[in-house]
């Protein structure tokens, strides 16, 4: 909701600001470990984000599904070292907290990246072809067909651990569009918020100060199909349970089950339920990945439950959920007619948990979707569309993109400072995380913001200039993070051409298309940084100050005012999250935006209306980074 303070995400998108004095705050506490949420929260894994309408104006991720990681945010421009870190929040995931501190290696996780980035049977391939060795000699029978024996030296082998999961009867079960028994809930074409073509998109949140037994339920559904439509795009087993190429998450077998562990166990400790549904899976699938500690990861070798048998347990769990939903006391609303409030007291305040929750990993798997080799997933059939302004059937331009022609110039805009209260009240009607509320106050000085955030035609020419390769443009975390991963452009960046010759595509959820030039950059925090400091040393600032990316207080500042803290806390109806639809956002009168999976992917920056301040995406599009952490 437009409350929760900005990204907690992998990549975000930068905006360039620069500023005109210090911030200055005034606030109860300091939050720093909420940083250590973010990662659950809108990114995935510390490697970047990716494609989903993502809601950099500080809406909750769900609603805008369109590219799950984070946008370039806008430049600013300023010396943030010289400010106050105390307040605000910095989408902490991909930055500094995950990258900083990886491990050497598991080597079923780190020493095979090179061949993580295809499909095991490709992998293999190559493997055998690099090592001259003859890919049938190398197999050797086993129960379930063909093991694939280490190979080569250097420490490599096409054997992981991990595969073990593989061959127990799912895969030609899950090769191929899904039918109705993919689905353990509603279909999609049966479920609330789908449209009249069968897409399927985010209702609006639920208002906690009028909740029925229907309400509760249409919510439910929509949450439980749109995530198991995402899975729908897994084709075949191997993506299940192979484990990211960064090994930084488990993989996505986890996740299919974690979901629905989670409302179980909810509901257990607020009351709601007395007994488990499965003790064994609700273990397992309980805690992912603890951000602040690196041994965590070990299950990802582990001998997983089959597909089917999770896709049993959401049976299960998805009847159990059902039931409380129509049954239980505590929401008894008279057949609908008197509507029932439901704060941090109510014992199903855990049921709207599960719903965030759940929202929250629709949009980190999808990001892992991403990472995943193209081969292994597919367009569901009830996901929502692209944004028209891509042409799946045309070449595209790969490189040396055209300011004003390729993508639009990005004027740095004056912005006049003011106050701005940050911290969400309790009684705000929508479910809320801890470290949403408080209160805190910042006085912004006046500013100069980027108009829209940075496209990834404006960073190809980073890029090409040898931003890489320079030292001088990074921090020297982001610069030992870069040297880790040989990162030589953004990750969903696609080669399409010889190296040096800069020449790109552009990688969605489930596609690999022509590069979108006019779209926010997905990068990491340190890509952002590097990316202002090559601004600042190549073009010298419009004032005295760097650039630098904006502050959560500043980017409050530059949001719609119809639409922002203040007009939210005056009336429930200006949290446009509250009140419209995925199908209904891009057609708004006033904040019409790329949020509530309106699209599964970007838009061009210049598409939808400018705030009073003259800046574009202010909600919407992609998670946006800042400069300060997340609290108030």
């Known amino acids: 909701m437009i409350f929760q303070a900005l990204k907690k995400s992998t990549t975000s998108a930068p905006r360039l600001l620069q500023s005109s004095g210090k911030l200055t705050t005034r606030q109860n506490g300091h939050f720093h470990t909420a940083v250590a949420v973010s990662l659950s929260r809108a990114g995935v894994a510390p490697s970047p984000s990716f494609s989903f309408a993502t809601d950099r104006a500080v809406t909750k991720i769900h609603r805008h599904m369109g590219v799950a990681a984070n946008a370039f945010s806008t430049v600013a421009g300023g010396n943030y070292n010289n400010m106050p870190h105390s307040y605000g929040v910095r989408a902490s995931n991909g930055g500094v907290a995950t990258f900083s501190r990886l491990p050497e290696g598991n080597p079923s996780t780190m020493a095979f990246l090179g061949l993580r980035n295809k499909s095991s049977g490709a992998a293999f391939r190559v493997q055998c072809d690099e ?13 379930n067909g063909a093991r694939l024996d280490a190979v080569g030296g250097g420490g490599r082998s096409v054997h992981e651990a991990w595969m073990v999961n593989l061959g127990r009867g799912d895969d030609e079960w899950l090769t191929g569009p899904r039918g109705r028994e993919w689905f353990t809930g509603k279909a999609p074409e049966a479920c609330p918020g789908v449209d009249k073509d069968g897409v399927i998109r985010s209702l609006p949140l639920p208002n906690l100060s009028k909740v029925t037994r229907q309400s509760a339920k249409d919510y439910f559904d929509n949450s439980w199909t749109l995530f198991e439509t995402l899975f729908a795009g897994l084709k075949g087993e191997e993506p299940f349970y192979r484990p990211p190429v960064h090994g930084l998450r488990h993989p996505q077998i986890f996740y299919y089950g974690h979901t629905p562990c989670l409302y179980i166990n909810k509901l257990r400790v607020a009351g709601v339920l007395s007994k488990p549904v499965n003790a064994y899976f609700e273990s397992i699938f309980e805690v992912g990945v603890d951000e602040m500690l690196w041994d965590d990861m070990h299950k990802n070798d582990m ?21 409380a939903i129509m049954t239980h006391p505590s929401l008894d609303d008279n057949g609908g007619s008197k509507p029932v409030v439901v704060n941090q007291d109510h014992p199903m305040w855990a049921l709207f948990m599960g719903f965030e929750h759940e929202r929250i990993h629709l949009e980190t798997s999808s990001v892992l979707f991403a990472e995943t080799p193209i081969e292994l997933v597919q367009r569901p059939q009830n996901w929502p569309p692209l944004h028209p302004s891509v042409n799946l059937n045309l070449p595209g331009k790969k490189t040396l993109p055209v300011e004003s022609v390729d993508y639009p110039s990005n004027t740095m805009l004056p912005v006049k400072g003011r106050s701005v209260h940050l911290g969400k009240p309790l009684d705000f009607p929508s479910y809320g995380w801890d470290n949403e509320y408080g209160e805190r106050t910042v006085e912004v000085p006046n500013f100069l913001a980027s108009e829209h955030m940075i496209t990834n035609g404006e960073f190809w020419h980073f890029v090409a200039d040898g931003g890489y390769r320079n030292k001088d443009y990074w921090c020297d975390d982001g610069w030992a993070w870069r040297t880790h991963r040989n990162m030589k452009w953004p990750f969903f960046w696609t080669a399409a051409g010889p190296q040096g010759s800069h020449e790109y595509m552009l990688r969605s959820i489930f596609e690999e298309m022509p590069m979108q030039w006019d779209w926010p950059c997905n990068v990491t925090y340190y890509e952002s940084k590097a990316y202002c400091r090559w601004k600042t040393m190549k073009d010298g600032s419009p004032c005295s100050k760097p650039y630098r990316v904006l502050t959560e207080a500043e980017h409050h500042v530059i949001r719609h005012q119809e639409h922002n803290l203040d007009a939210a806390r005056a009336s429930v109806l200006a949290d446009k999250v509250m009140t419209t639809s995925g199908e209904e956002f891009p057609y708004e009168a006033t904040g019409a935006a790329n949020l509530n999976m309106a699209y599964s992917s970007h838009s061009p920056v210049d598409h939808f209306q400018a705030s009073q301040t003259g800046h574009r995406d202010v909600v919407g599009n992609a998670w946006e980074w800042t400069e300060d952490h997340f609290n108030p």
Not at 132 to 137: M, S
């Open 303 to 323: 001998v997983w439950p089959t597909v089917r048998e999770v896709h049993e347990y959401r049976k299960d769990v998805y009847d159990t959920v059902v039931e």
């Open 131 to 143: 090592d001259e060795i003859d890919p049938v000699a190398s197999l050797e029978s086993g129960k």
